[in-house]
């Protein structure tokens, strides 16, 4: 579980400001159930979702969320081309002045793809990408070396 050990990061992390890059609490699978349904009224610290985990139960009332689960390994073009939708629209959301989290299962690699994707798309360059990331998120952050990859190689596209 994310946030535990003391060498663990938190549950979420803001990468800039209304950028949030986290992970899934173990109480909020389709495995272990919510301890109770969400309501209209609950606090909503995020406008916006994108849950890149299938495992992960939906968020709550009034908070829009774009969900795609794939796997924390190699991708195929046809992921990566889901992946760019799904970070067009978190970009567009977050340059809107909404507050967005990016989450997969421990918030480290598929968040890290999608927000490195944000990064990108805002203007960065992937050395600052990588160290803003991993200064939040952990040494662990984006470990995946397809990710990596992917993101290093990166160029720009018309939204």
């Known amino acids: 579980m994310i946030g535990i050990e003391s060498n663990d990061p938190p549950l979420y992390s803001e990468i800039l400001p209304n950028l949030w890059q986290g992970g899934t609490d ?18 909503k610290p995020f406008d916006v979702v994108v849950t890149l985990d299938s495992y992960t139960l ?3 009332w009034l908070v829009k969320e774009f969900r795609f689960g794939f ?47 944000v990064l990108l798309k805002s203007g960065r360059k992937f050395d600052e990408v990588i160290k803003l990331i991993r200064s939040q998120r952990g040494e662990f952050a984006l470990s995946n070396n397809h990710f990596c990859e992917y993101l290093q190689n990166w160029k720009p596209r018309k939204l």
């Open 26 to 43: 173990d109480d909020e699978t389709i495995y272990r159930g919510q301890k109770r349904l969400p309501t209209m009224n609950d606090p």
């Open 58 to 60: 939906p968020v709550g």
């Open 71 to 117: 796997a924390d390994g190699p991708a195929d073009d046809e992921i990566y081309e889901e992946v760019e939708r799904i970070s067009d629209w978190a970009f567009i959301e977050w340059h809107a002045g909404n507050r967005v989290l990016i989450r997969c299962q421990a918030g480290l690699n598929r968040s890290g793809l999608v927000t490195g994707l």
